[in-house]
């Protein structure tokens, strides 16, 4: 069967019973699918042209969702509309509201000083010739001129390099050559090379539920050459980590499409890497990877279905290191995929490479690391003690489960000041016309409408203020960010009472998880807050600390840490002591769950106020609000 989708003037052929978001998916066309093709977001509306006949009736989700105008303009969700066997040609056209805008990805992170001490080395030797006097086999020669000049044990050799050992040592006409450089892995020989050779390359990956970034290293330097990010590609099966570990266990061959999507995106972000800055990609000895407990067991290829059902154990805690046939990494041939270890089931090896970047178990002062995201990982201690927790603070902080929420891309609000008049003052990425709002624009709103007392502190709105912007909506009310004529967009930007009420949720299970661990610790409030990943790097403090997003603190105390979890990656490539610091914090850390504490639901109920139902936790508030209005 025939579809060409429009304006993209791509036609592509598609078996029966596939869906229109398959085919858009092997034209390389990147539609949302928040819900993994399910039919329950509703975000993958296309528009059919020619050719309803075609396809699969309505579902009920389309009938519930979509007008009656738009139903007889042909509109569909792309996920529901299977293709039926007929000689008709589809013609489908994608509006620019369902289509995967390029996202911002946080690339950067904390500075930190390291010793340069890498796992895999290279040495230059000169071994003796054999003669009939001196007839050790290559192998041996090559250990004892190793024992000899560096005074290293070389107990093993790869397959592949003792295969190629005899040759390499000798020129065509079968003399030994001279100098030689060689590779090891710890006390493996993996690689030989002729002459004085010393570059050589190691990638750090952070493998986020969103996005992936990649750090080319010198492992003669330790210096970061490149850095290269993209989407993770398995976004199309769906937004959350949950959809993806489910497809794993659930659809058959779920778990190697998984993997290889994930390898797929691996391998791009390497090759671009090596052809951007002229490195061969057998030049890369070794990768680490960093990502939270579900995206570790699918790239390592681990069976993950018990990490989704009580009570949530992983397959493997500590680190592992495999090679790239095992994985489908393209690096040299007998390099090593160092995968980091996990705390938990829910706390991944992205919080243990957040640790190693921000050190909280080698300093005095009480630190509370929080990594917010869908899953929200939250570490409190110091050197005395380290206690965590994963809090399921939902998608509504990364623009999910909001009615215009966005990844923070292009027509994405960013930044909201509201004024005495209660009228708006946008930032929007990339100065175009609003499509929707973003987290940290999200954090802002709901501050500024707290602030300016158009939401009660319980998240009601204020029907008593005097503004147009705040109407009635069909489920209650919403206060318009944008109207469509201000901008000349396609449609009005509104936060609602519903988005309010996810905020609530979401802000209210870290603010929650937060204050049992405080209490578990038997502390007031910590010392410093350092917050990680890209939500946490790009929000406003104030705005933070406005809605009782966490406990309060002195806005000095509240740091950025950045991609932590990927500055980890590279402290742990770069450094074997930190590669074993990593194996021992899983241990270092008391892990509770939040679902069965005692108190964790009531602090749930009470953190769902702005900021908090308790205001004696926030002394200090009608100070925040006084930084607020000198910003």
Known sequence: MKI???????????????????????????????????????????????????????????????????????????????????????????????????????EEGLEVD???????????????????????????????????????????????????????????????????????????????????????????????????????????????????????????????????VTITFNEKNGMQKMQEAIIDGVNRLISKLCKDNNIKQEEILEITVVGNTGMHHIFAGIHSEFISKSPYVQGLRDSVNLTPNETGVNIYEDGNIHVMPTVSGWMGADTIGCLLTTTPHKQDPIQLMIDVGTNGEIVLGNKERLIGASCAAGPALEGASIKYGMRAAPGAIQYIEINKELEPKLDIIGNKPPKGICGSGIIDAVA????????????????????????????????????????????????????????????GAIC????????????????????????????????ALTIGLF????????????????????????????????????????????ATHKDFEMEFARGQYFPHMDMTKYPNYEKIQELRTCR
């Open 4 to 106: 060409k989708f429009e304006p993209d003037g791509k036609t592509i052929k598609i078996e029966e019973g596939k869906t229109i978001l398959d085919a858009a998916d092997k034209a390389g066309i990147d539609i949302k699918s928040d819900c993994g093709g399910k039919g329950t977001c509703g975000k993958c509306i296309i528009k059919i042209e020619e050719g309803m006949d075609s396809l699969s009736p309505l579902i009920s989700e389309e009938k519930e969702d979509l007008c009656t105008e738009e139903i007889e303009e042909g509109y569909r969700y792309a996920c529901a509309a299977k293709i039926k066997n007929t000689k008709t040609e589809i013609k489908a056209s994608i509006p620019s509201k369902s289509r995967r805008d390029k996202q911002v990805i946080l």
């Open 114 to 244: 390291v010793e340069l001490n890498p796992t895999i080395t290279k040495y230059q030797v000169k071994p003796d010739k054999p003669s009939l006097e001196d007839d050790l086999s290559d192998f041996e020669r090559l250990k004892k001129i190793i024992k000899k000049e560096y005074n290293i044990e070389t107990n093993h050799i790869s397959i592949n390099t003792l295969r190629k050992l005899p040759k390499k040592l000798r020129n065509d006409l079968g003399r030994f050559k001279t100098k030689f450089t060689i590779t090891l892995n710890k006390d493996k020989i993996i690689k030989i090379e002729d002459g004085h050779q010393e570059e050589y390359y190691g990638v750090a990956f952070d493998i986020g539920t969103t996005t992936v970034v990649a750090y080319l290293i010198d492992m003669m330097t330790g210096d970061i050459i490149d850095t290269a990010s993209e989407m993770n590609p398995q976004i199309k099966y769906g937004e959350d980590v949950m959809t993806r």
């Open 448 to 507: 500024e409408l707290v602030s300016t007392g158009v939401i009660n502190r319980d998240g009601t709105f204020n029907k008593n203020v005097d503004t147009d912007r705040l109407r009635p909506n069909e489920s209650g009310m919403e206060y318009v960010l944008a109207y469509k004529s201000e901008y000349n967009s396609d449609h009005d930007v509104t936060i609602t009472n519903q988005d309010i009420r996810e905020v609530q949720l979401a802000k």
């Open 512 to 543: 929650a998880g937060a204050h049992v661990l405080m209490d578990e610790l038997g502390i007031k409030k910590p010392d410093e807050i350092m917050l990680a990943g890209a939500f946490g790097n790009y929000i406003d403090k104030i705005s």
């Open 551 to 594: 406990p309060e603190v002195d806005i000095d105390d509240i740091k950025m840490a950045g991609n932590a979890a990927g500055v980890g990656a590279r402290l742990a490539l770069i450094d074997q002591e930190k590669r074993q610091e990593a194996r021992e914090l899983p241990n270092l850390i008391k892990y509770y769950r939040l």
